[in-house]
């Protein structure tokens, strides 16, 4: 069973619509990330966390915001859509300790801003 | 501040044949984490190797080693006896040892060849 998991899969909004693109993960790890893929600029944090309750803005967080209510689940918000906002997300967790360095990636979430 | 590099856009390789990608990153800790990830046509990002930067021995997994030269700062991907299924995009990532977040290069996109 996939550890990482993402909803929706694939989202179309408008401009100045509000989105939220949801994560949950089962690997019980205690750092949540998200990550937007574009062509040339490989894959970019835009918020992580560390536990329940907790969101550290990653490298480009501006316009966009997280949520996290539970170990298992961990949200980013698009308060107001941009067509600048259209790209792949990533939801991937880890432990972060020296025998879990590496982090694991859901499917992805394909977001159409038009 | 982190960087990875890959200068490499694409590669091209004859099946059953051995190729090597190449990884340069900066970082001013001492101690840090190396990566790499395989994503495959169908968009899934897979963890596949790392490299601890206080261990001298290159890591190996599989048909998947690395060829770490910390003088250089450099990481290099090596897959022996490549197969059709090993094409995909690979993406080299660094950690920072007190850090939570990964930082990618832009991938190396792999043809396999039959």
């Known amino acids: 069973e996939a550890a990482v998991t993402q909803s929706p899969r694939n989202k179309v909004a408008v401009t100045g619509g509000k989105v939220t693109l949801s994560c949950n993960q089962t690997?019980?790890?205690?750092?949540m990330y998200w990550y937007r893929q574009d062509t040339g600029h490989g894959l970019r944090l835009i918020h992580y966390?560390?536990?329940?309750?907790?969101?550290e803005k990653g490298d480009i967080p501006d316009g966009y915001k997280a949520s996290r209510p539970s170990q298992e689940n961990f949200s980013l918000i698009l308060e107001l859509a941009t067509p600048s906002q259209t790209s792949v997300y990533f939801c991937a967790s880890g432990d972060g300790g020296l025998n879990y360095a590496e982090q694991f990636f859901g499917p992805g979430t394909r977001l159409t801003v038009l | 501040a982190q960087k990875v590099t890959q200068t490499q856009t694409s590669i091209s390789v004859m099946e059953k044949t051995t190729v090597t990608m190449d990884c340069v990153y900066e970082?001013?800790?001492?101690?840090?984490?190396l990566f790499w990830y395989k994503q495959t046509a169908s968009g899934e990002i897979v963890f596949l190797i790392r490299q601890d930067s206080y261990k001298k021995e290159n890591a190996t997994v599989g048909h998947y080693s690395l060829n770490f030269q910390k003088p250089k700062s450099s990481i290099g991907l090596i897959i022996t006896a490549t197969q059709i299924e090993d094409s995909a995009v690979y993406f080299c990532?660094?950690?920072?040892?007190?850090?939570?977040?990964?930082?990618f290069g832009t991938g190396t996109s792999l043809l396999v060849d039959p």
């Open positions: 966390s560390y536990g329940a309750g907790s969101t």
């Open positions: 970082t001013q800790d001492s101690s840090y984490f």
């Open positions: 690997n019980n790890h205690n750092n």
């Open positions: 990532a660094m950690r920072e040892d007190m850090g939570y977040k990964l930082t």
